[in-house]
């Protein structure tokens, strides 16, 4: 955790934490012997859509605007997908896992062994295996160029706050999550 002069910095810094923390619930065994799945899988989604929303800038990269989930069937990644699936894989497993803390009757996640995805002849995602999935997001992560993370080009400025915190006082004091941007001015509160 640091302090970050840059946002870009802060991003990578998130990007990789996320990264970790689901190596870490993945490393983690319950007393049934299960490990931490569902936050896993929703972390890896979070990394899936952040490096997709960054290559999207791009034109080259083929990735369709607003659709940071087709990054699956980029190159750094390397699946060869259909668009149903993508939108699936989003709609069920990301979304489902971020908004209702729940998985379509149907769908599993597992820890065997395997390609990250089962589809269902119909091509209906039906089976995460969540250890293959951490592979392939990490591997993907850790190939990609860093100074593509430019958040001002992906963030909303009509969403920004409009006061900061003094950050004066920071030096001192524990930060207690994965750091800040300080800018070079900031208005007092």
Same mark, same amino acid.
């Given at each position: !955790?640091?302090?970050?002069?840059?946002?870009?910095?802060?991003? &990578? #810094?998130?990007?990789? #934490?996320?990264?970790?923390?689901? #190596?870490?619930?993945?490393?983690?065994?319950? +007393?049934?012997?299960?490990? %931490?799945?569902?936050?896993?899988? *929703?972390?890896?989604?979070? +990394?899936?859509?952040?490096?997709?929303?960054?290559?999207?800038?791009?034109?080259?990269?083929?990735?369709?605007?607003?659709?940071?989930?087709?990054? %699956?069937?980029?190159?750094?990644?390397?699946?060869?997908?259909?668009?149903?699936?993508?939108?699936?894989?989003?709609?069920?497993?990301?979304?489902?896992?971020?908004?209702?803390?729940? %998985?379509?009757?149907?769908?599993?996640?597992?820890?065997?062994?395997?390609?990250?995805?089962?589809?269902?002849?119909?091509?209906?995602? &039906?089976?995460?295996?969540?250890?293959?999935?951490?592979? *392939?997001?990490?591997?993907?992560? #850790?190939?990609?160029?860093?100074?593509?993370?430019?958040?001002?080009?992906? !963030?909303?400025?009509?969403? !920004?706050?409009? &006061?900061?915190?003094?950050?004066?006082?920071?030096?001192?004091?524990?930060?207690?999550?994965?750091?800040? *941007? &300080?800018?070079?001015?900031?208005?007092?509160?």
């Amino acid at each position: !955790m640091a302090i970050h002069q840059k946002l870009g910095g802060l991003s &990578v #810094e998130a990007i990789d #934490e996320y990264v970790k923390a689901s #190596e870490l619930c993945l490393d983690f065994r319950k +007393v049934d012997g299960g490990c %931490l799945g569902y936050p896993a899988t *929703l972390l890896l989604f979070c +990394v899936v859509d952040a490096i997709g929303r960054y290559l999207a800038l791009e034109k080259r990269n083929n990735i369709p605007k607003g659709q940071p989930f087709f990054v %699956l069937n980029h190159p750094c990644v390397g699946l060869t997908l259909t668009p149903e699936q993508i939108k699936r894989l989003k709609r069920w497993y990301r979304n489902g896992l971020a908004h209702n803390a729940a %998985l379509p009757p149907g769908t599993c996640l597992t820890g065997d062994d395997g390609p990250p995805f089962d589809f269902a002849a119909n091509g209906d995602p &039906v089976m995460i295996r969540v250890f293959s999935f951490h592979r *392939l997001v990490a591997q993907a992560w #850790e190939g990609l160029d860093k100074g593509l993370i430019v958040p001002s080009k992906v !963030m909303d400025t009509r969403k !920004m706050p409009t &006061v900061g915190f003094p950050a004066s006082g920071l030096t001192g004091s524990v930060i207690a999550a994965s750091g800040c *941007l &300080v800018p070079a001015t900031i208005q007092k509160l």
